[in-house]
Every structure is written in C-alpha cells, then in structure tokens.
C-alpha cells in the first residue's frame, strides 16, 4: 500500500511539474508575440489583417496562460486534498518531502495569479 502512494505521489509531482512547466512556456510564448505584434503595428508594409491576426494569436496565448494557471490551481488542491487524505501514512521519505515542498511552491507562485 504505501508503494502504491508513493507511485501515487510521484505522478502526481510529476504532472504538477509538467502543467508549470506548460505555463512558462506560455508566459515565455505571450511575451514572444506581445514582440511581433509590435513589430507588425510598425511596419507599414504590413497589412492590417496580418496585424489582427497576430493579435488574435497573442490573444489565444492570453487565453491558454489562463487556462494552465486554472489547471494548476484545480491539481494543487487536488494534490493538497491527497496528501491530507493520506497523512497517516507520511513516513518522511523524500518523496512526501518534496510533495509539501512542490505544494507550497507552486501554492506561493499560483494561487496569487
């Protein structure tokens, strides 16, 4: 039993570190086309249905950071609610320890967006 909630928490830090890892990447994208909008917006030769278009892509970026802050949010609670369900059984290992640490990290980082 306790291997199986190990196994448990291991993918579930996991996946906790893949959905921050999506929203970087987002961040990192939104921050790319806020670039070539304004890039766009200056070149004149540029029609103005390409500078809508790559507003829309910028705005569809806008969208997908909300999205994986929403995702991330609703698994550390998730997460949270696991590792309370399942306390009686911390042993102190690394892997309970880097389960509180990754919840109070991403907590910080999260739930103040």
Do not use: C, N, P
Request: glycine share 2%; hydrophobic share 35%; proline share 0%.
């Amino acid at each position: 039993m306790v291997v199986d909630i190990k196994r448990s928490l291991k993918i579930k830090i996991d996946a906790l570190k893949r959905l921050e890892k999506d929203y970087i990447l987002y961040k990192k994208e939104e921050q790319l086309q806020i670039e070539k909008v304004e890039k766009f917006k200056a070149d004149e030769t540029k029609d103005i249905y390409d500078v809508k278009k790559q507003i829309e892509i910028l705005d569809e970026t806008k969208t997908m950071i909300i999205d994986s802050v929403s995702r991330v949010t609703t698994f550390l609670v998730q997460f949270g609610e696991f590792l309370e369900e399942h306390k009686d059984e911390d042993d102190g290992s690394d892997i309970w320890k880097e389960s509180f640490d990754i919840i109070d990290q991403l907590s910080t980082k999260f739930l103040g967006e």
